[in-house]
């Protein structure tokens, strides 16, 4: 029988033992990512109660307004949807800035946009070039889901894995995508940190195109404030 080198024998135990160690850590991720996956399914859960909940509540306050003979009124939308729907020619150097400061740099961009009074001003600065408003559950889950991206060391990537999520916001107790839009539902406390996280928002031009851009809504153009209607444009835009 012919003698093997040491040197290939040195090479195959180091090898077994490479493999092992993978093998090894292969398991306790699987078992880690078995206790992540149970607590993400017990959080998604619990966002769709509070969802339900809030539904529920917003009707009884209806019906006992109604019974009253009395209106019932909304409370002020804390989270609002920019959607840049003009270019960049003839813009002033102030309206430019703002648009820079709320990353809608291309046409048809969208972000997330905390409601108070700074943002506010900012926003009738840049009203010409934007089409916005207050953006339902639907609308805010539909645009994580279907063309949501994270900065991820500096670079654009896909939402396709919590991973991706808890990579960068673990730390904030924001773990998978489910986290992600209940923070930008409620307006939590992790909002600025959530949003900054998003990529701004890539749409296409709405089915049947623009109607005159140069038009507020309420004239029957596209620019300004459309409320609750920014979710039928959006709708048609993802």
């Known amino acids: 029988m012919p003698r093997v080198p040491e040197s290939l024998l040195k090479k195959r135990k180091t090898t077994e033992k490479l493999v092992a160690e993978r093998e090894a850590k292969a398991q306790e991720a699987k078992k880690a990512n078995k206790g992540k996956r149970r607590e993400i399914f017990k ?41 840049r729907i003009k270019g960049i020619n003839a813009v002033a150097p102030k309206v430019k800035k703002v648009l820079q400061l709320f990353r809608l740099r291309q046409i048809n961009n969208a972000v997330f946009v905390k409601i108070n009074k700074a943002t506010l001003n900012m926003i009738r600065i840049i009203e010409p070039y934007i089409a916005w408003g207050y953006p339902n559950l639907k609308t805010i889950r539909d645009m994580v889901y279907k063309r949501g991206h994270g900065k991820v060391d500096k670079a654009r990537v896909r939402l396709s894995d919590n991973s991706v999520i808890e990579k960068v916001l673990g730390d904030k107790g924001v773990i998978c995508i489910e986290d992600v839009v209940h923070e930008v539902v409620t307006c939590g406390e992790n909002f600025k940190v959530v949003t900054n996280f998003l990529w701004p928002f890539k749409l296409n031009t709405p089915n049947g195109g623009w109607k005159k851009k140069t038009n507020h809504f309420q004239e029957g153009g596209d620019y300004g404030n459309r409320e609750a209607y920014i979710n039928q444009l959006v709708q048609s835009m993802t």
């Open 43 to 83: 959080r998604a859960e619990a966002y769709v109660t509070e969802y339900r909940r809030t539904e529920r509540d917003v009707v009884r306050l209806k019906r006992v307004a109604r019974k009253a003979d009395n209106f019932y009124v909304s409370p002020e939308p804390k989270v609002a949807l920019l959607v």
